[in-house]
């Protein structure tokens, strides 16, 4: 649960910032931060629990 709310993060982070910059309320170097961040949260967490085989009854 822990590692989807992490990756849901990551992936806000990757999404968010691009829209704030195109209404021009976020400078472009404060984007590329939170987009790195974004990145390295969703790469770094979203793995360990899409791979995650579900138990067969």
Request: no cysteine; glycine share 8%.
């Amino acid at each position: 649960m822990i590692l989807k709310l992490v990756s849901l993060i990551g992936l806000l982070l990757t999404i968010v910032p691009a829209l704030l910059v195109f209404r021009g309320t976020l400078q472009l170097e404060q984007h590329y931060v939170l987009m790195f961040i974004g990145a390295i949260l969703w790469f770094g967490s979203a793995p360990f629990w899409m791979l995650k085989k579900k138990a067969q009854p």
